[in-house]
């Protein structure tokens, strides 16, 4: 298999060096994906996904969370760091990616300085866990599923992305879905959606779970586990780095992603949301899906807000 290199991460970057305007071309070549199922009106359960956080207000750039992050005078995000397209560091040292992108938005809008803005290395099973730790992050932009059980625990902004889970095995391996995978080995990260997902199939595939999505790449090249099943965005950089492997069409569900910010940190949430809505309407979401997505994904639009209010 051939992998691209990616930058070993110790911690996190100093404000300021997680940000280049002198990105490298979009990746090429699409494998096919098919569009992921069109979001529900709610969510089956509890809570509706689609509709969790408050709209935007003038009042919410002057609230106390925001006037907090403004007076230390830089914006700590946790990302993932090795999630090649959506949130990776790179071979120079510098956070790039889809949720990044996003990263230095907010900053702008915070500061007038998208470098202002300090990346803190989180694997995904941290993520609610050092975003509830005082002082350790802001907010946390790493391909995060707003669900029921972590809205009880966290607060998101509205939608900013839907995803879809689904399955990325070698080329040539004959299976079709993860239905084809029962006592099969397929990974996952633990404290995801997917990994939840493999463990409840009804194929009963035998579900591994690891701390880094690099390490599930690594597990297949080893002939150690038969498939990987994460969103669609994940799955596209891991085909990108290796020609060898595909991404099944088959959407699992969707994975509508949102900005995950401390509980009760409503102002936050609604300058966030505002943030965003500017961002979409703008174009800088659209750029940076060209950027980064397009080629593998194809076309997309804005999943447009809802909100609780």
Same mark, same amino acid.
């Given at each position: 298999m051939t992998v691209l290199a990616l930058a /070993?991460?110790? %911690?996190?970057?100093? &404000? !300021? /060096?997680?940000?280049? +305007?002198?990105?490298? +071309?979009?990746?090429?070549?699409?494998?096919?994906? /098919?569009? =992921?199922?069109? &979001?529900?009106?709610?969510?089956?359960? #509890?809570?509706?996904?689609?509709?969790? #956080? &408050?709209? &935007? +207000?003038?009042?919410?750039?002057?609230?106390?969370?925001?006037?907090?992050?403004?007076?230390?005078?830089?914006?700590?995000?946790?990302?993932?760091?090795?999630?090649?397209? /959506? !949130?990776?560091? $790179?071979?120079?040292?510098? @956070?790039?990616?889809?949720?990044?992108?996003?990263?230095?938005a907010i900053a702008q809008a915070l500061f007038g300085n998208p470098n202002a803005v300090q990346f803190v290395a989180l694997s995904t099973d941290r993520r609610i866990p050092d975003l509830t730790a005082p002082t350790t992050v802001d907010m946390v932009i790493d391909t995060m599923t707003i669900t029921c059980d972590r809205l009880s625990k966290v607060g998101f902004s509205a939608v900013y992305y839907n995803a879809s889970q689904k399955v990325l095995v070698e080329k040539g391996s004959g299976y079709q879905s993860l239905a084809d995978l029962g006592g099969k080995n397929v990974c996952a990260q633990s404290g995801s959606t997917s990994i939840s997902l493999i463990q409840h199939a009804a194929s009963k595939p035998v579900a591994i779970q690891v701390t880094d999505i690099s390490d599930c790449l690594v597990l297949l090249e080893e002939n150690k586990v038969s498939a990987i099943s994460t969103d669609d965005t994940i799955l596209a950089g891991l085909a990108q780095q290796d020609p060898n492997l595909e991404v099944?069409?088959?959407?699992?569900?969707?994975?509508?992603? $949102?900005?995950?910010? =401390?509980?009760? @940190?409503?102002?936050?949430?609604?300058?966030?949301?505002?943030?965003?809505?500017?961002? @979409? %309407?703008?174009?800088?979401?659209a750029a940076s899906y060209s950027h980064w997505f397009a080629g593998s994904l194809g076309a997309a639009n804005p999943p447009g807000a809802r909100y609780s209010n």
């Amino acid at each position: 298999m051939t992998v691209l290199a990616l930058a /070993t991460v110790s %911690a996190c970057a100093d &404000p !300021g /060096t997680g940000f280049t +305007s002198a990105q490298p +071309s979009a990746p090429a070549g699409a494998f096919g994906a /098919t569009a =992921p199922p069109a &979001p529900p009106a709610a969510s089956s359960g #509890s809570c509706n996904v689609y509709a969790s #956080s &408050p709209a &935007p +207000s003038a009042s919410d750039a002057t609230g106390k969370d925001v006037a907090a992050i403004k007076s230390r005078g830089v914006l700590k995000v946790g990302v993932a760091a090795d999630q090649y397209l /959506t !949130g990776y560091l $790179g071979s120079d040292g510098v @956070e790039q990616g889809f949720d990044i992108d996003l990263a230095h938005a907010i900053a702008q809008a915070l500061f007038g300085n998208p470098n202002a803005v300090q990346f803190v290395a989180l694997s995904t099973d941290r993520r609610i866990p050092d975003l509830t730790a005082p002082t350790t992050v802001d907010m946390v932009i790493d391909t995060m599923t707003i669900t029921c059980d972590r809205l009880s625990k966290v607060g998101f902004s509205a939608v900013y992305y839907n995803a879809s889970q689904k399955v990325l095995v070698e080329k040539g391996s004959g299976y079709q879905s993860l239905a084809d995978l029962g006592g099969k080995n397929v990974c996952a990260q633990s404290g995801s959606t997917s990994i939840s997902l493999i463990q409840h199939a009804a194929s009963k595939p035998v579900a591994i779970q690891v701390t880094d999505i690099s390490d599930c790449l690594v597990l297949l090249e080893e002939n150690k586990v038969s498939a990987i099943s994460t969103d669609d965005t994940i799955l596209a950089g891991l085909a990108q780095q290796d020609p060898n492997l595909e991404v099944l069409p088959a959407a699992l569900e969707t994975e509508p992603y $949102g900005i995950a910010v =401390p509980h009760g @940190e409503t102002d936050l949430e609604g300058y966030v949301n505002g943030v965003l809505a500017h961002y @979409e %309407a703008d174009g800088g979401w659209a750029a940076s899906y060209s950027h980064w997505f397009a080629g593998s994904l194809g076309a997309a639009n804005p999943p447009g807000a809802r909100y609780s209010n």
